[in-house]
């Protein structure tokens, strides 16, 4: 099955800097690649997705990068303020998955006055 | 939209009793999700249901956990009997899907059961 990993684990930057979470995938043929932030004591939520046919797509002061080739994908925050420290978790599907996502483990982001 | 619905909230019961964990997913969504987290493994996917049917039980831990989904907008995890490695946040997700078009949609979360076995 689909095995996805993260890295960090923790990240720590200054308000106003940008921040990188790294993620890579197994299965070659994963197409659906979600981001999640779990705020403390919250359920966890969809950030941003990006689907197999597109390499970056862009939502305001977050965007997601993916590499098919070598099956890597970030997200990237810039401008980082206190309200994104969160966990971000990345997950992957693939196709006739049913849906079914693998998560990574999870990045606590914290950001510094 | 109350969005999925998730009781109790919390939970602390003594070890070797019975517990259920409830889900109502999003109305019109047909698949449906059960995960545990835990600092230690972080977020496990249990089961899903597709259409009620389930899918996907490989990650149910041991025959002490089962999952019913009697119709599209109710499901069930229930651990009998409890131990104290149970103690986790058990989240329900409902999502829509579909074999054509576009097949992935967003999972949303209930807030989540916090289960604490002593």
Not at chain 1, 68 to 79: D, G, M, P, V
Not at chain 2, 29 to 35: E, K, Q, R, V
């Given at each position: 099955g689909e095995n996805v990993e993260q890295h960090p684990s923790t990240l720590s930057?200054?308000?106003?800097?940008?921040?990188?979470?790294?993620?890579?995938?197994?299965?070659?043929?994963?197409?659906?690649?979600?981001?999640?932030?779990?705020e403390l004591g919250k359920r966890p939520q969809l950030i941003?997705?990006?689907?197999?046919?597109?390499?970056?797509?862009?939502?305001?002061?977050?965007?997601v990068t993916l590499n098919?080739?070598?099956?890597?994908?970030?997200?990237?925050?810039?401008?980082t303020q206190p309200e994104d420290s969160a966990v971000y978790f990345c997950a992957a599907t693939p196709p006739g998955g049913g849906n079914k996502l693998t998560f990574g483990t999870g990045t606590q982001l914290k950001v510094e006055l | 939209d109350a969005g999925v619905i998730q009781s109790p909230r919390h939970e602390v019961t003594e070890m070797g009793q019975e517990v259920t964990l409830r889900?109502?997913?999003?109305?019109?969504?047909?698949?449906?999700?059960?995960?545990?987290?835990?600092?230690?493994?972080?977020?496990?996917?249990l089961i899903y249901f597709n259409n009620n049917v389930p899918i996907d039980d490989s990650g149910m831990p041991e025959d002490r956990f089962s999952a019913k989904?009697?119709?599209?907008s109710f499901s069930t995890l229930k651990i009998q009997?409890?131990?104290?490695?149970?103690?986790?946040?058990?989240?329900?997700?409902s999502s829509f899907w579909r074999t054509s078009g576009t097949p992935y949609h967003e999972q949303y979360f209930g807030p989540g059961t916090r289960l604490t076995v002593t």
């Open positions: 930057v200054q308000e106003g800097d940008s921040a990188v979470i790294k993620c890579t995938y197994s299965d070659s043929a994963s197409n659906y690649f979600p981001w999640y932030k779990q941003i997705d990006i689907r197999s046919n597109v390499g970056e797509k862009k939502d305001q002061r977050i965007a098919k080739t070598a099956k890597h994908f970030s997200l990237h925050i810039t401008e | 889900c109502k997913p999003i109305s019109g969504h047909n698949s449906l999700f059960w995960y545990r987290q835990t600092m230690m493994r972080g977020l496990e996917l989904m009697p119709n599209a009997p409890s131990e104290p490695r149970d103690s986790a946040v058990y989240f329900c997700a």
